[in-house]
RNA sequence: CGGGGUGUAGCGUAGCCCGGUAUCGCGCCUGCUUUGGGAGCAGGAGGUCAUCAGUUCGAAUCUGGUCACCCCGACCA
């Protein structure tokens, strides 16, 4: 059988496309641009998504969910948000299909089951909650209002790529309500401060945390954080957004509320989301030419046991697996024991080294004798013979070491690709031979920005909230900066 | 939506220029031998050649239309 992938080094967009299909993540459907998310790649996103729903409960919010259609006159009435979204919306216009009376067995759209007023398929879901929110608040002792749902929405791109990009995704969305700006600013922070936190520890990919430029923020929003990811390829991607949306959505839906002194006012409001395109950033940070390697607080399985069976009587080896397998599980461990016999020992190394099970044990008749068994890490592509006696342990001890690991070598390229530029021959130069962040001046004009774009296709991904003040010059208008921003070519 | 390309078995492909009912590899099924890094041998199943029309005795092959997908732009989490 031939899996191989192609090489990172010699064909990117290939090796990613080929890992996400040959891993068993996803793979394209029927639908244009839309993707089925495979048992696999499913399984991973879950675990995203509980560790991430418990982190939003920790910090007091609740999930609700509200509708998959928005009424036209809702998705508009927040004028710059309906904007930014309009070129990319899904429609729903009729409501009934009829026999074609041309060709027998084919089905038409019923023309006379038009809707009065067309139904925007959510692309994001702002419009109905504040205008559900509208009934919601009446005082201050209403607010804050914390609530996230975990949904589906629609962009309508013109291009897509599994994870990264579809025109169909699932995410989570959080919509808050507070009494103050001061507190929904804090808000804002805080989810940033969840996702930084939830990148670093568990996909264990380090973070840029900014505030993006106009250019870039929001459609509706004063404000948008981000955090930024740098991938193998030198290439970034937005992996987490959160907005400060000011007095915008409460405005448009006139959400108003009574405060302390009794005077009326619009509510503050927050957005915030993540979504399957963190499986995309994990894929990319990560995996090797041979395939995935997952963080071990993410993988389905965090260890695969596969029996070596010679000869005949093997009961004695599947009862050693068995035991390990439940040993394993009681210490707290996943565990996949692959004691199929349609699949050779050395098809399984391939397949879960493809699938990027962190640990391998490989235990054999001949080991059972001596009490050890071969543990292999997919982070190291390392084997070494162990004793069976303190097998869990170890074996914890181990996830941690990887999970550390995986992260100290994502680190060390971020580290090793973020390079300072000054000048913009130096840049453009950077952006093709060495490409990664680029922390340069810029004048803090959106035309600078746009021409800088335009020329290189790199753009700013975030003004960093840790950037110290620094006097330089803008590399292109040569105007005065105080501080450096991160540019990149980006997913 | 502009420019380019491709549709042949579950997947990847040859054949197309120069018309005669389709090649090879992987996968799949059966049997035997195997099993510590993607096994070997033997046998077998699987195709309206994207689709519609035209030319022709005859079309995967030539002509025209349609659809889908991919790549490069513009758009975007």
Request: net charge negative; aromatic share 10%.
């Amino acid at each position: 059988m031939s899996k191989a992938l192609p090489k990172r080094s010699e064909d990117y967009s290939g090796w990613y496309n080929e890992l996400v299909k040959k891993a068993d993540l996803a793979e394209n459907s029927a639908v244009r641009g839309c993707m089925v998310i495979k048992p696999y790649g499913y399984a991973i996103w879950e675990k995203m998504q509980q560790t991430l729903d418990k982190m939003f409960k920790e910090t007091g919010h609740v999930n609700a969910y509200f509708p998959l259609f928005v009424p036209k006159s809702l998705f508009e009435a927040e004028e710059q948000n309906a904007e930014g979204f309009a070129k990319e919306c899904a429609l729903v216009t009729h409501y009934r299909l009829k026999a074609d009376p041309d060709r027998k067995g084919k089905l038409i759209v019923d023309p006379d089951a038009k809707l009065e007023e067309e139904l925007v398929v959510r692309p994001t879901s702002e419009a109905i909650i504040w205008s559900t929110y509208k009934n919601w608040i009446q005082s201050y002792r209403d607010l804050p209002l914390l609530i996230n749902q975990w949904a589906n929405v629609v962009r309508w791109e013109m291009r897509t790529r599994l994870f990264l990009r579809t025109a169909e995704f699932l995410w989570q969305e959080g919509h808050t309500a507070h009494s103050t700006a001061q507190e929904a600013i804090q808000e804002t922070e805080k989810m940033l401060g969840v996702y930084a936190e939830f990148a670093e520890n568990f996909l264990a990919l380090p973070v840029i945390k900014g505030i993006k430029t106009a250019n870039e923020r929001f459609a509706g929003a004063l404000d948008t954080y981000c955090i930024e990811a740098l991938m193998q390829d030198g290439k970034a991607l937005q992996a987490g957004t959160s907005h400060f949306l000011g007095q915008n959505f409460a405005k448009a839906f006139d959400v108003k509320f009574t405060n302390k002194e009794g005077a009326l006012d619009y509510v503050w409001g927050t957005s915030w989301g993540v979504s399957t395109r963190l499986m995309g950033a994990l894929i990319m940070a990560h995996s090797d030419d041979n395939g995935l390697v997952l963080p071990p607080k993410l993988a389905p399985h965090q260890v695969v046991i596969i029996p070596i069976v010679f000869g005949d009587d093997n009961s004695a080896l599947f009862e050693k697996c068995d035991e390990i397998k439940k040993t394993l599980e009681k210490a707290g461990i996943s565990v996949k024991l692959d004691a199929r016999d349609t699949h050779k020992p050395g098809w399984k190394f391939a397949e879960y080294e493809l699938k990027g099970v962190p640990v391998r044990l490989a235990l054999g008749n001949r080991d059972l004798a001596s009490n050890q068994i071969e543990l292999a890490r997919r982070d190291t592509l390392t084997k070494e013979m162990v004793p069976l006696e303190g097998l869990a342990e170890r074996l914890l001890a181990l996830m941690d070491e990887i999970q550390t690991n995986i992260y100290k070598k994502a680190d060390d390229f971020k580290t090793k690709q973020t390079l300072k530029v000054d000048d913009y021959e130096t840049f453009k130069k950077t952006l093709d031979e060495n490409p990664g962040f680029i922390l340069a001046h810029w004048d803090g004009t959106p035309e600078t920005e746009e021409k800088i774009k335009n020329e290189t296709k790199a753009t700013i991904r975030c003004i960093p909230l840790d950037a110290p003040e620094e006097n330089g010059f803008c590399m292109v208008t040569g105007k005065p900066s105080n501080k450096r921003v991160v540019f990149a070519r980006a997913y």
